[in-house]
């Protein structure tokens, strides 16, 4: 009899450790990534040529270097938009799109360079600004980019 609740009692004791609540998971590190990297809501998505997406988020435009653009008197600040389509892998292209709350705006690849740039404005978002286009048709508050 002692023996018989000696193996009940053990048997109680290994009961916990079998739970569902003991059980360890394995922890998938690429969906973590993917949780992590979803956390903070994108600015505004690169479409890339294969149709892929890529969220662009205002730390990741944060880490990018200042540039200036002086558009008709006045001085626009913000990463270079080449260096944005850097972040999403796009290095060579035939033109982009953009679209946002007014006027879509196409640039051709030799437009994408040192006179164009995506501004930062006072409400947290950023517009188009380039010396190919006149201000008054500069995309707002930019929400998309097609890249070709």
């Known amino acids: 009899m002692k023996k018989l609740l000696t193996i009940l009692l053990s048997l109680i004791l290994l009961l916990p450790a079998c739970s569902p609540a003991a059980t360890l998971t394995a922890v998938d590190p690429i969906q973590t990534q993917k949780t992590e990297a979803t956390s903070t809501p994108a ?22 270097p200042l540039a200036t653009v002086t558009a008709e008197g006045k001085v626009e600040e913000g990463p270079f938009l080449s ?20 006027n879509p705006a196409t640039l051709t690849f030799e437009q994408v360079n040192e006179n164009t740039i995506l501004d930062f404005n006072n409400h947290g978002t950023l517009k188009l600004s380039t010396l190919y286009i006149p201000k008054a048709n500069w995309t707002k508050d930019v929400a998309k980019i097609v890249v070709k």
């Open 83 to 102: 260096d944005v389509l850097s972040l999403a892998g796009i290095t060579r292209f035939t033109e982009v799109s953009l679209t946002g709350s007014s």
């Open 43 to 64: 600015l505004f998505q690169i479409i890339r040529p294969d149709g892929t997406t890529f969220g662009v988020t205002l730390e990741a435009l944060k880490a990018l």
